[in-house]
């Protein structure tokens, strides 16, 4: 009876890539626009003759850029991985970083959270204290939102910046173009101690799931517990770059996801080794460093930046004419 159970549900629920089909239906029904990015730029309206007549030859802003993001526990992270101010810091740099990926400045956010029913008033004093910490360092004010309780801790965040004269899109990358990703100088093993930190994580709670969380061997730390998002590199190298996008999925999904919104096909600029080293390191999710597309002619000038904002660029490969996929792990 259970072995008839089990191929039923197969039979009738296959697994599949529940997110790409969904975008690509909503895609289908021809109600969407500009999809593609994690963010979307809205024109700010002409100004009108009585305006100009006045003297307002310009418009204040030529653009505003607008990103949406979440952060749900059970999906993104477990309650006993970080503290309250941990977790709301980490999500709102998470959405942060979309706005950055598109040469964007970000300058205002929206919070709509579920508050546990578990949590103390300490708790939901330190997570106000995450927010303020992420508030006051990168200069943006939150300006409204919706707080309910609920069984399980869920934050979804709108942030809204100004979009500058340079616009990094995803999908208007031009045949040729060679693809980079940043990482610390020192230590250069950045990208694979996250992947080994998330891993740790689930492993630990596929173990101990039925076990205290403080009895856990492996805790966040490093760029999983605090990701560093390069801004300033991004402003300065923007004027050659051909497109951005941070490393929220691994490196191996985000290329996926390029190869079809531009309809090219990832070449890599050496065979890729099959080592498990290399296996985790390309499908890293949670590390937020930046992928880069920019013309083989401006290689050097990338390299001089990143040597002035002291980091590192590592040639992945470039994009050509053809289709194929990359098999890449899902972490959520």
């Known amino acids: ?3 008839t159970r089990k191929i039923i ?4 629920f296959p697994q599949f890539d529940r997110e790409s089909f969904f975008i690509k239906k909503l895609i289908e029904s021809g109600i969407t ?8 730029i809205l024109d700010s309206p002409p100004l009108s003759l009585k305006m100009r007549h006045k003297g ?3 418009a204040p802003f030529k653009n505003f850029v607008l990103g949406m993001d979440s952060f749900c526990e059970g999906v993104h992270f477990l309650s006993s991985w970080f503290a309250p101010q941990d977790l709301a810091y980490k999500a709102f740099l998470v959405n942060y970083s979309d706005l950055i990926a598109m040469n964007a400045t970000p300058k205002y956010a929206m919070l709509s959270v579920c508050l546990p029913k578990k949590w103390s008033q300490s708790d939901v004093s330190d997570f106000v204290k ?5 508030a006051i360092k990168h200069s943006v004010r939150i300006i409204g939102g919706d707080t309910i309780s609920s069984d399980r801790l869920q934050i979804h965040i709108t942030m809204l910046g100004i979009a500058s004269r340079k616009i990094l899109y995803r999908d208007r990358i031009q045949k040729g173009s060679v693809l980079y990703y940043t990482q610390d100088r020192y230590p250069s093993q950045t990208i694979i101690q996250t992947a080994k930190t998330l891993r740790g994580l689930l492993l630990n709670h596929s173990k101990d799931s039925q076990k205290s969380p403080h009895m856990m061997k492996t805790s966040p730390k490093g760029r999983f517990l605090l990701p560093i998002i390069r801004e300033g590199f991004i402003k300065d190298c923007s004027r050659f770059i051909r497109a951005g996008m941070d490393i929220s999925d691994g490196i191996y999904s985000e290329l996926s996801h390029l190869s079809q919104l531009n309809f090219l096909k990832f070449t890599p600029q050496d065979r890729i080794s099959t080592s498990p080293y290399y296996r985790l390191m390309y499908n890293s999710g949670e590390v937020y460093e930046m992928l880069l597309a920019i013309s083989p002619r401006d290689h050097l000038r990338l390299k001089r930046l990143s040597q002035k904002h002291r980091i590192s660029v590592v040639r ?7 289709k ?3 098999k890449a792990r899902r972490w959520h």
Do not use: E, P, V
């Not at 995450?130 to 992420?134: L, Q, V, Y």
């Open 1 to 3: 009876m259970t072995n």
């Open 9 to 12: 549900t197969s039979r009738h």
């Open 33 to 40: 626009q500009g999809i593609g990015d994690d963010c979307c």
């Open 56 to 58: 307002h030859i310009k």
């Open 130 to 134: 995450g927010i303020k910490k992420f």
């Open 316 to 322: 992945l490969g470039a994009l050509m004419r053809g």
């Open 324 to 326: 194929m996929r990359l």
